[in-house]
């Protein structure tokens, strides 16, 4: 073998690997080029991990393991060679033969399984690698957890006696088939809340623990005692209606695993590679599987952030991230900390809070953005002027030139947001909840997806339940009962019941309308498959009647139509989407969707979010609400260390939402619950340097203006600063009429349309010349008449 030539072209190999992935940093190199064996990425916030992610698996299979390898194919020619350095010199530009004569055992896409935890991350990595390979990236399997095992069910679950036309039940399914158990077994909701036991129902799936695994594990508890029987009764619901819970969806993959060997074979001869992003959101049922699959050929890496664990209460287990360099022996460890997201400031006061933790594994992100302006933390006199002094930040950096949808408003529990809300109502901000009532929680759509679902699987005796008498069909309560006691005692399914409504006595007096009801949705399931899901969609909505119902409920039922014909247009997607649609798939797609799944960052409002909402996403601006004893941390962690540290995590991600600008505030008193409190500042809050904060707090002069035994108004007055919002004024001093010219500090100038008296002020509607007909409250938009 001539050694000089194959110096050089191992040289060269790995110079165009690193032009390549030139832009990737030195340690995000180390990443890309590591393959083989377990490997663990600790990706700092804003690290850049899914463009890690993208190019390791590009490296992957477009150049194997050519990078650390010395390997030179005998078929290697001195032409060749003098090719590759005309190729490095930027002489040549034919990529495809570069990698051709580079690589050196390329793994197949489809031997790759690649795990994320959300629908949008799944979706965003599938984009990058069909610009990134072209065809090769639809071979490769990116996907949920649950996705994933959906696919793996729909083949194998007949094995544990399931069919393949299972449906999903969701959080709300779940819940009336509790409350259902709980009635036949004469248990008070009162003391047993339904929610609280599918809690726990659910945590015992998340250990992997059957109904009778659980029930051993009680002991003399009479409430877990409860729960394992209303477990028992539940899964056994569960499964006469061929359903399974968003648990039930990893569990019942590992059992399937467990319980045949061949079955398991199967997924690790065919996922020889599995990358599982987020890992430090892992509970122990998806652990296992992750063992499972990889235990064979090691080939695992794992991408996480253990200073990022902050689902304890979903089941997460930070102890995954941690012990993974025992669980895989060997695992090779590295940290990824140069941040591109987050200034200086924020990044240092972010480091700040997280050093107070000590269970981690440590790292120190840097970066060499600007240091950027300070913190601003505004200490307000309470939760009303805390949201005038949100709604006036936005409002001027507006004015600036941002747009609204570059802000984020964060805060640690829900029931904060409804002054926030109330403040940007006033200002006539626009604003988007995430986490409200999502779009597929919406009864229209809820009763259009089980018309669906009862269409799929006839069996699915919740959503049948549900849809029977909607529209009213003279079908009570009473009838329903007698039908599901009839299958239950028969061991038919209920459907089989309607057909036949005529055949059981207690059924007569109902038995047209049943069988009536059944023979509709027989003719329905025989359009399923010939003709399109929107089409399909159509028939139910007037062969059911629905249609008619909306049509007679006027200005609502038409934006409940609105609604449903929002859901046409997702399952116009769908088929659009995939080379094979089906009703069964299009079910299956959105019944594992989140709501952050429909966040659009496209549309310009302001973005209201819990701070757990907010993982994985940036914003130019955030807000964060409510740092306050009591609050963030909450009460109940305030006593527990592990907690605290769960918490002080949650802070850190929250900082580190924010690209440019970072605003804390707190309040002096906040009514919540119905209860006046007084709350210290976080103590994240002061974990912050204060040198990397401007500070302003108005309850200072609050105080200085009572001492001065000033009137109300004036010392509301005296509180404002950088214009947080005056003082309502008096009724005599509004001027403004129909016709009038007015101005506005954002949406610019226009012309009253009407005014509408409301307590002490008025409802201005106004058509601005640069963003249409707004209504804004008088007081708060600081209206100002043009002479």
Known sequence: MDFTLKNRYN???????????????????????????????????????TTVIVNRIANMIQFGEAYDSDYMPAQITQEDVDFLEEYARGESWDLERAISLIKNRPVAPWNILAITFTNKAAGELKERLQAMLGEAAQEINASTFHSACVRILRREIENLGYRSSFTIYDTDDSVRVVKAA????????????????????????????????????????????????????????????NAV???????????????????????????????????????????????????????????????????????????????FEDQFPGAKVIRLEENYRCTGTILDAANAVIENNTERKGKTLWTKNDTGVKIKVHRAA???????????????????????????????????????????VKYGIPYRIIGGLRFYERKEIKDMISYLSVLNNPSDTVRLRRIINEPKRGIGDSSVNNVLEIAAGVELPAFEILENAEQYPALSRKATSLMQFAEMLRALMEKVGKISLDQLLDHVLEETGYLSMLQGEGFEGQTRLENIEELKSTMIRYEEE?????????????????????????ADNVVLMTMHSAKGLEFENVILVGLEEGIFPGMQSMYDPTQIEEERRLAYVSLTRAKKR??????????????????????????????????????IARRMSINQRQTPSAAFKSTSKVGIGAAAQPESNFTLKVGDMVSHKVFGQGMVLSITPMGNDHLVEVAFESVGTKKVMAKFARLHKIQ
């Open 11 to 49: 040289a060269l190999k790995r110079q165009i690997i690193d032009d390549f992935f030139s832009r990737m940093n030195p340690m995000q190199k180390q990443a890309v080029y590591a393959i083989h064996g377990p490997v663990l990425i600790l990706a700092g916030a804003g690290s850049g991990k």
């Open 182 to 241: 709980l009635k036949a077994m004469n248990i008070d909701e009162k003391r047993f809340s339904p929610k609280a036991v599918l809690g726990e129902i659910g945590r015992a799936k998340d250990q992997l623990l059957s109904s009778a695994d659980f029930a051993s594990t009680v002991g003399e508890d009479f409430r877990l005692q409860v729960i394992a029987k209303v477990y028992d009764y539940y899964q056994k619901q569960l499964m006469s209606a």
């Open 245 to 323: 819970d968003f648990d039930d969806i990893i569990m019942l993959t590992v059992r399937l695993f467990q319980k045949f060997p061949e079955i398991l074979d199967k997924y690790r001869s065919r996922f020889r590679y599995v990358m599982v992003d987020e890992y430090q959101d892992t509970n122990y049922a998806q652990f296992m599987l992750v063992n499972l699959l990889a235990s064979q050929h090691q080939n695992i890496c794992v991408v996480g952030d253990d200073d990022q664990s902050i689902y304890k209460f979903r089941g997460a287990d930070i102890g995954n991230i941690l012990n």
């Open 382 to 424: 309470d939760e009303g002027e805390e949201a005038r002094f949100i709604a006036d930040t936005i409002s001027e950096n507006v004015k600036q030139g941002a747009k609204f949808s570059d802000h984020a408003v964060l805060y640690r529990m829900n029931a904060i947001s409804n002054t926030v809300e109330r403040g940007l």
């Open 578 to 602: 995939n080379d094979d649609p089906t009703l069964a798939g299009f079910l299956e797609e959105i019944s594992l969707y989140t709501d952050i799944d429909r966040y659009d960052p496209q």
């Open 662 to 699: 970072l605003y804390v505030t707190t309040a002096a008193q906040r009514m919540l619950f119905g209860q006046t409190m007084r709350n210290r500042p976080s103590r994240f809050l002061n974990e912050i340097p204060k040198e990397l904060c401007e500070m302003e707090d108005t309850t």
